[in-house]
């Protein structure tokens, strides 16, 4: 079994910066992908920042964190973080963590997600 920790959320003034960290753990024959999603109220999830391919380091981020987020990944220890500076009001959500895994060679990828951190950007 796989699981994906998540840490890092919290309270956070406008303009200010976090730092959300993923840690996946367990059977993990290699990461396909890996990043984040969030999720704010009455809302779709919607796709944060993630690397396309774990591996290469290529990397898709959503347009209205672009230039204000960063994300960055740990292959040795299947870990992925995301910096966020200039935090708006509008990134208030749950921000949630997912892997593409295949457990061992040969199987499937299944995809995995943490069970979600609570980020709130207001004064």
């Known amino acids: 079994q796989v699981q994906l920790v998540e840490s890092g959320g919290g309270l956070v003034q406008p303009g200010g910066s976090l730092r959300l960290s993923c840690a996946g753990s367990?059977?993990?024959?290699?990461?396909?992908?890996m990043g984040w999603y969030r999720q704010a109220p009455g809302k779709q999830r919607e796709l944060v920042a993630v690397?396309?391919?774990?591996?290469?380091?290529?990397?898709t981020y959503a347009d209205s964190v672009r230039g204000r987020s960063t994300i960055s990944r740990d292959t040795a220890k299947n870990t992925v973080n995301l910096q966020m500076n200039n935090l708006k009001p509008e990134d208030t959500a749950v921000y949630f963590c997912n892997a593409v895994i295949r457990e061992r060679l040969g199987s499937q990828f299944v995809s995995y997600w943490g069970q979600g951190t609570q980020v709130t950007v207001s004064s």
């Open positions: 690397f396309t391919s774990f591996s290469g380091g290529t990397t």
């Open positions: 367990g059977s993990i024959f290699s990461i396909v992908a």
